[in-house]
């Protein structure tokens, strides 16, 4: 994902690349050089980022999958200082995709069940999806639950898929469906560059990619 995101920020005329940081390297002076951080690495690489964030007061996007429960309190104890967008999915279709189900579910009501099926490539651990929890959750929240209660997942793994998610909504009278595909990771590397233009202008706080989308400032 690095190397992708280093080639795009190179095509983009409003766009400098600061550098590239490796674990062992100088975090410090290399932040020096930059306005906003983008952190596609691993949950231990993630804990560095954001303490350099903090102390360089740096905005950073992240897109680290997998953080623990611990780190998730560390990534919100950075954003009462810096600015930070975290989303388990960085594309720009998922957040549209996560904003319609929402209000659809709300709409429709607590008689429609709901079916959240995702198939991915055979290398993926983790089942169900973190983004078909993140669909879940967001459903959930619409309908005044907590976690994904009431809402079935369907989990597939085979050959190398980026990423297919169907949110289903039926009763025995009517289904509505909403599908969403990945064709190429470059949507992920897509959305931390939007995220990024957005993020250098907001003040301290934890952010998603709704509201890079959707927010009104």
Not at 119 to 127: E, L, Y
Not at 181 to 208: C, E, I, K, M, N
Request: aromatic share 4%; charged share 25%; with cysteine.
């Amino acid at each position: 994902m690095g190397r992708a995101l280093a080639d795009s920020i190179e095509q983009q005329d409003d766009l400098r690349l600061a550098g590239i940081w490796r674990r062992g390297d100088d975090i410090d002076m290399l932040l020096s050089d930059a306005d906003v951080i983008i952190d596609f690495s691993l949950p231990e690489g993630t804990e560095e980022v954001l303490q350099a964030a903090v102390a360089m007061g740096k905005p950073l996007v992240c897109g680290v999958s997998g953080l623990s429960t611990e780190q998730m309190g560390r990534l919100a104890m950075a954003a009462q200082q810096v600015a930070v967008v975290y989303d388990r999915n960085m594309s720009l279709g998922i957040a549209v995709l996560e904003r319609s189900v929402r209000e659809a579910a709300a709409s429709l009501g607590a008689n429609f069940e709901i079916e959240i099926a995702e198939v991915h490539h055979a290398h993926k651990k983790d089942s169900p999806s973190g983004t078909a929890l993140k669909l879940g959750e967001a459903i959930a929240r619409s309908r005044g639950v907590t976690g994904t209660e009431g809402i079935r997942f369907e989990a597939e793994r085979r050959g190398e898929v980026p990423g297919d998610h169907r949110v289903s909504m039926r009763t025995a009278t009517e289904e509505l469906t909403f599908a969403h595909s990945v064709t190429t990771r470059q949507v992920f590397v897509d959305g931390a560059l939007r995220a990024a233009r957005w993020v250098g202008g907001q003040p301290p706080g934890r952010y998603s990619m709704q509201d890079v989308l959707f927010s009104d400032h």
